[in-house]
DNA sequence: TCCGTATTGTACAATAATGTACAAAATAAA
DNA sequence: TTTATTTTGTACATTATTGTACAATACGGA
């Protein structure tokens, strides 16, 4: 049935997730774009339509392998405060270990959001994912006693929201591992998500 | 001594900061600036040089009006934490007051950070200077006897700085005044930095 | 008034990017 | 082998953008 594409779709969806994360989404041109992934500009309009369907993409296969992903898998009654922490530690590990600084794709795309919906609109869903997710797990982790009952689960998952996103853009000026994870950990002690002795 | 400028040079600022703050430094062309600022691009060549040094007097203005401002006034021996609070509730104020949801200039420039230094050096440096600040001013409070005497200064500035940052970049999505607010307040009683039944 | 000097408008040449159109190429199925 | 179908390469017309060059302009000071 037709022509089978000529190149690895798979492999041209890395690359552009590279792109994208490294020198954001409106820095990344199609013409860049179809060079790196090694084809043509027709070829490119005719496989992806545009270079916002594209991103459509690359964002969801982003997703699968952030390091955030972890909270996905969390199924009912395993606890989740060990993952939460490994998670924040994962994410330092990670960043500092970057030579290209380039913090979250997610993080990246949410600071080029205008109130004009120029930049893709999934972009806000995405990070509104993030809190509820947040949202969710803490109340979950409440229940299950992980936390006390008085916690204001509101607030706290917009804190983990919001300090989770200043340590990815951080990371993009504070490249030391142990700096980064020392802050970490003290935020995730101070909240009793963990207690000082643990690693 | 020569032809005078036929512009205002302060108008022309502000505008400009606008421009680079709503849209990113990378997507704000000369021409867009130029346009903007009722100058052919010929005058602007003239009077600044380049976009990059432009956008340096930018940011030095907008350090001069930024929120974070109040930090800098604090003067030995008066007391940090309330001054400390109270900026975070006027960002939280101001952001969510901005129907353009422009966020901080300075965070949104750290997105906009490669490795290689395409964009302006300076963001980096003032990044790292608030963090700096936020050391010192956690350390003289700590003196002060505003913070526990064992209080890990350096994780604290970290956490701070992260903090902040992520609250900037948030605000971005959540926009509802009352959430910020709450996360933040959160945050400040959490590291002892407010007493609950503060405002 | 006239001169020096800095700003301005217009022009230029070069590069980059956009989206579309169409014929050539390559394969699966008939 | 032929046909239907999809990808691919090339081309095109358009619009942005860049930095520089140069002459025209306007004003302060002599």
Redesign the pocket.
């Known amino acids: 049935?037709?022509?089978?594409?000529?190149?690895d779709k798979d492999e041209a969806l890395d690359i552009a997730m590279i792109l994208f994360w490294k020198n954001g989404y409106e820095a990344t041109?199609?013409?860049?774009l179809a060079a790196a992934m090694g084809?043509?500009?027709?070829?490119f309009?005719?496989?992806y339509e545009?270079?916002e369907k594209l991103f459509g993409l690359v964002l969801h296969r982003y997703k699968k392998e952030a390091p955030d992903g972890v909270l996905t898998e969390i199924t009912d009654g395993k606890p989740i405060l060990p993952t939460l922490c490994a998670m924040f530690r994962e994410i330092c590990d990670l960043r500092s270990a970057d030579p290209d600084r380039k913090g979250c794709l997610v993080i990246n795309s949410v600071a080029e959001l205008g109130k004009d919906a120029e930049a893709p609109p999934f972009v806000r869903d995405l990070f509104s994912a993030m809190v509820d997710r947040f949202l969710r797990l803490v109340r979950q982790a409440r229940d299950q006693g992980e936390l006390a009952a008085d916690t204001d689960i509101q607030a706290l998952a917009g804190e983990l929201a919001a300090f989770l996103s200043g340590i990815n853009l951080m990371s993009k000026v504070i490249t030391d591992r142990q700096q980064l994870w020392r802050t970490c950990r003290s935020f995730l002690v101070s909240h009793k998500l963990m207690v000082e002795d643990d690693v």
């Not at 049935?1 to 000529?6: L, S, Y």
């Not at 041109?29 to 860049?32: G, H």
């Open positions: 049935m037709g022509r089978p594409t000529q190149f041109s199609v013409s860049v084809i043509t500009r027709s070829s309009y005719n496989a545009s270079r």
